[in-house]
Structure formats: C-alpha cells, structure tokens
C-alpha cells in the first residue's frame, strides 16, 4: 500500500513547506527556509513513532519504509539542481567553490571508509 506512504510523505511535505515559509517571514526572507529540510524530519519521525505504528506494519509500512528512503535521496537532488543553477549565475568563483566541495567530499569517501572499518574492528556497531 504505497499509497498510505505517498499520504504520510505528502502531509509531511505540506507541514513542512508550511513552517519554512513562516519561519521564512519571521526571519524577514522572502524565501522559504528549510521547508524542505524540516519535511524530511517530520518524515522520518511519524514513520518511527508509536502513534502510526500501525501504518508502518504490514503491506502499508512497505509504502511508508519506501517514500521514507527514497525521499532524501531526492531532496538531495533536487537541492544539488537548485545549488548548480545559482552557482552559475554566481560567475566562475561560485562555480570552482562548488567543484571543490565535489572534490574534497570525494576525497574523504576513502578516510571516512577506513575509520568505519576501525570500528567494526574494535568491536563497535555499523
């Protein structure tokens, strides 16, 4: 029953559009601020509460389990998008900063793979 997930996403969404653009007026921006972002945490709250355990069992928690993973990966995107399209209407120092986030992010997938492998070795959880 994705259906019960694509609801559960779509009130988190609209809660949370709702919240970005009031806190967007209080802070005196004509923007909505972290709307997005605070959708993904009321997402991931509801789907692991008591409250809709029973939404989360079953056929219908298979909904829930899915638009909850697939959500953030597409934020992710649709963020990375908008980042891209302001940086090149930036000019040339917006665009180098952001190949060098690209850069450096990529470079620590290595370190940051090492020490997880220190943990598992010291007996520490994944």
């Known amino acids: 029953m994705i259906v019960y997930?694509?609801?559960l996403l779509s009130l988190?969404?609209?809660?949370?559009?709702?919240?970005?653009?009031?806190?967007?007026?209080?802070?005196?921006v004509q923007a909505n601020v972290g709307g997005v972002g605070i959708a993904m945490?009321?997402?991931v709250f509801a789907s692991n509460t008591?409250?809709?355990?029973?939404?989360?069992?079953g056929a219908a928690g298979t909904g829930i389990q899915f638009?909850?993973?697939?959500?953030?990966?597409?934020?992710?995107?649709?963020?990375a998008r908008q980042n891209v399209a302001a940086a090149a209407d930036g000019g040339l120092l917006a665009l180098v900063a952001g190949v060098a986030a690209v850069v450096v992010s990529f470079a620590l997938v290595p370190v940051l793979s090492r020490?997880?492998?220190?943990t598992d070795a010291a007996g520490g959880e994944n």
Do not use: H
């Not at 909850?68 to 992710?76: C, F, K």
């Open 5 to 7: 997930g694509v609801a």
């Open 12 to 28: 988190c969404l609209i809660a949370g559009m709702l919240a970005g653009e009031t806190l967007g007026v209080f802070m005196g």
């Open 41 to 43: 945490l009321l997402l």
């Open 50 to 57: 008591d409250r809709f355990k029973t939404l989360t069992e």
């Open 67 to 79: 638009w909850s993973a697939m959500y953030i990966p597409i934020v992710v995107a649709m963020a």
């Open 115 to 118: 020490i997880g492998k220190n």
